[in-house]
């Protein structure tokens, strides 16, 4: 089982900044996916890929992992940078 552990994105459709700090831990898939016959849906019968683990820090996600033989790589938070801008700066 493998699986990566990530900070939360903030959403970009809002201004919010929740839940960003939560790191999540989620299962990678181990089958490839296929098109039912019938429906043309796109599915597997893996169900890992469905459990999504939220943790407060990177360590307890790590420590979960490893006290429960889960092979995780860790992917690191981009760096978010702030263009600070004034209503002013719209006439200059």
Do not use: C
Not at 38 to 66: H, I, K, N
């Amino acid at each position: 089982m493998a699986a990566r552990i990530y900070q939360r994105p903030k959403n970009a459709m809002q201004s919010g900044k929740a839940r960003i700090d939560e790191w999540v831990l989620e299962f990678e898939q181990s089958e490839a996916r296929h098109a039912d016959p019938l429906m043309g849906w796109t599915g597997s019968g893996d169900t890992q890929a469905q459990v999504v683990l939220t943790f407060p820090s990177r360590e307890e996600a790590a420590a979960y992992a490893a006290k429960h033989g889960i092979a995780a790589r860790v992917r690191a938070t981009p760096v978010r940078h702030l263009k600070l801008q004034a209503y002013a700066d719209n006439f200059n």
